[in-house]
């Protein structure tokens, strides 16, 4: 295979496969990232020895290396951890940039189990988040940042952390304060906002609140753009998403889930949703627990009631596509929600039909049945004052936060997510967001320990409670 033919050969290539660069050959072993038509990330075989090999096709190709070459270059100049330059060049097909090889590295991301959304299973920030928010300091005191500085960009091996995507690599001022906490703001921005303290402990920002303060500021806002962000690609294919769509159907779903849910449409959902243990039998929507793949999954199907029904909908989208981009925005947001995997509408040509939406099941009960004790019911309080406090910074409504939408099991899940809002106006947003609350204490009596609670850790937590 050569640089031409790879890039005509899709996400995944097949391996193994030789290489000819240059005078050089390489055995090309296992896919590390793929960006199809546009860069290759591979461990590869050369000169009897293993390495990390970058391929870049496409029109900016040679730009593209050259900026990885020049970031490693930096990366030394500075004594910062980083594999070393093998060997690079470039033909009239593209460019390739070679470095060592790490063994056994693992990243950021699987160390501390952070997934995309910046979520993570560790309650406590671990000690190897530390160590990297550590290495970050170590390169903003000498005056470089990683313009794309994200978990997966920090390997460890060999008991030591190593920098790599040496392209968004820049040298900055060390007295642009706001550019260095723009860029820390980023990385809190991907890990779960309970270990902001540890983060910027081991930053060491007890010597710069100022910069700690607007570290946070910034990550607000980061995390923000990221929800968007992460929802929008739920909708197009990309590394993360697979998308199909045809006359009859649009179908989204996780990659990670594509040998699963791939061969799924919407007569097979209906023949699930029949044979599974049924949830909620309504009129608008029908929800069962189904089996898949091994896998235990909620299924939740958006009827249409009649023909008038389907005349006021026909040209919007879903209530399940609504339902899937909320899903998104909440987790990356930090509102504990089960993870959507996948979405499918029903289409008739241009015209919508039913929506189907898939996701991991929450375990627990509703908030009537949970909050039965009262120490239960403080700790519920705690949570429910938490997410409220997310809604209050993004301007977002649920729309219909009664009990029976908010599960307790070991924690707080959010469900039924098809009237979410988010507000542009302060206004609206203020009576939406009322209502919700509104709502929420409707489901016991104002004399109730439950309400006197509830009530109360919201009050604290946001200053007022509309009741």
């Given at each position: 295979?050569?640089l031409?033919?790879?890039r ?9 496969f030789n ?11 296992q ?6 038509g546009?860069?290759?990330?591979a ?15 496409g ?7 050259a900026?990885?070459i ?13 594999p ?42 671990p ?9 970050i ?23 030591a ?39 910027l402990?081991a ?8 910069l ?24 197009r ?18 990659r ?21 243990k ?13 089996e898949?793949?091994?896998?235990e ?9 009649s ?11 879903t ?19 089960p993870?959507?995997?996948a979405m ?21 009960n509703d ?24 809604f ?13 939408n908010?599960l ?13 809002t ?12 009322e209502?919700d ?6 489901n016991w009596s104002?004399?109730?320990?439950q ?12 200053g007022y409670?509309?009741?």
């Amino acid at each position: 295979m050569n640089l031409q033919q790879l890039r005509r050969a899709g996400r995944q290539p097949e391996l193994p496969f030789n290489i000819e660069l240059g005078s050089d050959s390489f055995e090309v072993t296992q896919w590390l990232r793929t960006l199809p038509g546009k860069r290759y990330v591979a461990k590869a075989q050369w000169q009897d020895k293993t390495v990390l090999i970058k391929l870049y096709v496409g029109k900016r190709a040679a730009s593209k290396a050259a900026e990885e070459i020049t970031g490693l270059a930096c990366l030394h100049k500075n004594n910062l951890p980083v594999p070393s330059l093998l060997h690079s060049g470039k033909n009239d097909s593209g460019a390739w940039v070679v470095c060592e090889w790490l063994d056994a590295a693992e990243t950021l991301s699987q160390r501390a189990d952070v997934s995309v959304e910046g979520l993570s299973s560790q309650l406590v920030c671990p000690e190897s988040v530390e160590q990297v928010a550590s290495l970050i300091a170590q390169m903003h005191k000498q005056g470089v940042i990683q313009a794309d500085i994200h978990p997966a960009n920090f390997l460890f091996s060999n008991e030591a952390w190593w920098i790599v995507d040496a392209a968004d690599i820049q040298e900055v001022s060390v007295e642009d304060a706001s550019l260095l906490a723009d860029n820390l703001g980023v990385f809190l921005a991907q890990v779960p906002e309970s270990w902001q303290g540890k983060i910027l402990d081991a930053y060491g920002v007890s010597v710069e609140p100022d910069l700690a303060r607007l570290a946070v500021v910034k990550s607000y806002a980061w995390r923000s753009w990221r929800a968007k962000d992460l929802a929008d690609k739920s909708l197009r294919d990309c590394s993360l998403f697979q998308t199909n769509q045809s006359l009859g159907q649009f179908k989204s779903f996780w990659r990670d889930y594509s040998s699963d849910i791939s061969g799924l449409n919407v007569n097979k959902l209906d023949s699930k949703l029949s044979q599974g243990k049924l949830l909620k039998d309504g009129g608008s929507a029908t929800v069962g627990l189904i089996e898949y793949a091994e896998r235990e999954l909620v299924l939740k199907r958006y009827n249409l009631k009649s023909l008038t029904h389907w005349l006021k909908r026909f040209w919007r989208p879903t209530r399940a596509w609504h339902s899937w981009i909320a899903g998104h925005r909440l987790r990356v947001l930090g509102v504990p929600t089960p993870k959507p995997v996948a979405m499918l509408e029903e289409r008739f040509g241009p015209f919508r039909g039913r929506g189907f939406l898939l996701a991991e099941r929450a375990i627990g009960n509703d908030l009537v049945q949970a909050c039965e004790s009262e120490d239960v019911t403080h700790a519920v309080a705690e949570q429910i004052a938490s997410v409220l406090e997310i809604f209050t910074r993004e301007k977002i409504t649920h729309g219909d936060f009664k009990a029976t939408n908010l599960l307790w099991g070991d924690s707080l899940s959010v469900i039924d997510l098809d009237a979410v809002t988010w507000h542009r106006s302060e206004i609206q947003w203020v009576s939406a967001f009322e209502k919700d609350i509104k709502r929420l204490l409707r489901n016991w009596s104002e004399d109730s320990m439950q309400h006197k609670v509830i009530s109360e850790k919201i009050r604290l937590k946001l200053g007022y409670c509309p009741v």
